[in-house]
């Protein structure tokens, strides 16, 4: 690298910082400031227990959020409590090597999840059950849910690349006897979260060379339990985060390697990862940003940078061709004609409005019923909701006041909800039996403590995640702002677009690894200090 090359590099890596940096301690400053002062609560409303007083109101829905006020000081000493068990656990850790490291994840995670699905006996309903009713009637050769008046898929196209993926499940599950359920679905959800936790360590045993970030991180999804709970739920985002994880990690080998034939291995990898992410779910669309992104800003710094180039073209059109290509085959496939899905625009025109559980969240006014009434017309359909923007922007910028509540409301209700609908969901999908155990409890007695403990979890994660991104930023870390890059690009999205807290919970999961850098530096700074302290109290003991 000469010298003109170099200057180049630095310039283009301190701003990425300076950007990526700045605007992720903002958001999760924000968040981890707010977490101390309430917490987004997901509840199930019956009729006549709903209320409406001067500090909130309590919508009678089966998807209420309400904002509860927490205790602060309770809050700050269940934080200072999670750092010094923090601070205690770590030198027992750091003999693990990595691969008892990875096993020790897997079992663990696996076991947990088997427990909780087996117990929980959930079963797809409402969008989940329209998707995984497809992917067993194609497997079958029945294609009527295409076709007539079934607009589900004319509607949501962008549904059918997971319902290929279920539908290939189904099949492969069919070679050992008859399919009478998808509940082996929930199952295939466990092998894919311990998949994603597994590629989150592997990233940061890659981007630090303190060990000790990759011994907490191990410890801090080993206690994420939201996930595992969410396992019940089959709808793409699981497996979709974790073709994500393994994308960026593949990407972050073909960053970091020098050797031609490693550059083709792992960047070919990091396409066929990010494809399928994408194809399982759309919301991925933003890690491929975050990829393209990562590969431009490091691109002078490698001796073969039009391999940044090459490979982040192949990762946009490896992401974009196969939905279209999917549909086609379904097309084909059925004789019908799938027509144009609802307008990215209309999810905007949602996301800008009011809706009857929270700021932005669903709302089918803007979206569905929009499309009916400009008669399945995606360009007049998008013209109508851009023109619903505008006016909500103009009404935003009359009514200030109401702007700030309204989108503080709307990034609180999905990042501050911290159990991400996951006990929700056992609570409200179908059921193949009654449930039992641990999910009985969990759903009943036990939800208040599950839910409390997800709150703490939480807000350790968003206050160690705000300092981690910090010392990213001063150790000069291009690389490792990956992750905070994707999550303020899950932040501002959902800032705009459609919210719902499930969707915060692939960048929650994220979180966990940044906030085992912060988690380690806080370690560094208090540990003397500790050590100090004790001291001093033994000596005035004597």
Not at 112 to 125: A, E
Request: proline share 2%; net charge positive; glycine share 6%.
């Amino acid at each position: 690298m000469n010298a003109k090359t170099e200057r180049i590099d630095r310039g283009f890596a301190f701003t990425a910082r300076l950007v990526i940096g700045v605007i992720a301690v903002f958001f999760m400053g924000v968040l981890s400031l707010g977490s101390l002062l309430h917490t987004t609560g997901m509840e199930i409303v019956h009729e006549g227990e709903g209320y409406f007083n001067i500090v909130n109101s309590l919508v009678e829905n089966i998807e209420s959020v309400i904002f509860y006020n927490d205790n602060i000081l309770a809050n700050v000493l269940w934080l200072g409590i999670c750092i010094g068990v923090c601070i205690l656990i770590m030198p027992l850790l750091k003999k693990l090597p990595l691969k008892y490291e990875l096993i020790i994840v897997g079992v663990w995670v696996a076991l947990l999840g088997i427990i909780w699905v087996s117990s929980s006996n959930s079963s797809p309903s409402e969008d989940s059950m329209v998707v995984t009713n497809a992917s067993a009637e194609f497997a079958r050769g029945d294609y009527s849910l295409l076709t007539g008046d079934n607009r589900y898929f004319k509607n949501y196209s962008f549904q059918l690349g997971y319902v290929l993926f279920n539908e290939l499940l189904i099949r492969f599950w069919g070679i050992f006897g008859e399919v009478k359920d998808v509940f082996f679905l929930e199952f295939f959800n466990v092998f894919f979260l311990v998949s994603s936790y597994i590629g989150i360590i592997l990233i940061n045993h890659k981007l630090f060379k303190d060990e000790r970030v990759r011994h907490i991180t191990v410890f801090m999804l080993m206690f994420c339990i939201q996930p595992i709970i969410f396992c019940v739920f089959v709808y793409g985002i699981i497996p979709g985060f974790a073709f994500a994880v393994w994308a960026v990690y593949f990407e972050i080998l073909f960053l970091k390697s020098d050797e031609l034939k490693k550059q083709i291995i792992f960047g070919c990898l990091s396409t066929l990862m990010i494809s399928l992410a994408v194809l399982m779910k759309s919301n991925n669309l933003i890690v491929l940003v975050a990829m393209v992104i990562m590969a431009g800003v490091t691109m002078f710094k490698k001796k073969r940078a039009a391999f940044n180039i090459i490979f982040a073209v192949l990762w946009i059109v490896a992401s974009i061709i196969p939905q279209s290509a999917v549909k086609g085959m379904y097309e084909s496939r059925s004789g019908a004609d799938l027509g144009d899905a609802i307008p990215f625009v209309s999810w905007i025109s949602m996301g800008m409005n009011e809706a009857v559980n929270a700021p932005g969240w669903y709302n089918y006014v803007y979206t569905v019923y929009n499309y009916e009434e400009q008669g399945f017309d995606k360009n007049k359909a998008g013209e109508k909701s851009k023109e619903e923007i505008f006016n909500r922007l103009g009404y935003f910028n009359e009514n200030k006041q109401y702007r700030n509540d309204f989108f503080y409301k709307k990034f609180m209700s999905q990042w501050n909800e911290t159990s991400y609908q996951s006990i929700w969901n056992n609570k409200v999908r179908n059921q193949y039996a009654e449930p039992n155990g641990i999910a009985k409890f969990f759903r009943e007695d036990g939800e208040a403590a599950a839910k409390r403990y997800m709150d703490i979890y939480s807000m350790f994660v968003f206050f160690t995640a705000t300092i981690g991104i910090v010392i990213i930023m001063k150790r000069k870390n291009t690389l490792a702002l990956t992750s905070p890059l994707i999550i303020i690009g899950g932040m501002l999205y959902h800032l705009l677009a459609e919210a719902k807290s499930q969707y915060a919970l692939p960048y929650f999961i994220l979180m966990v690894g940044v906030s085992a850098v912060g988690t380690v530096w806080l370690s560094d700074k208090l540990k003397p200090e500790l050590i100090k302290l004790k001291g001093k109290l033994k000596t005035k003991k004597s």
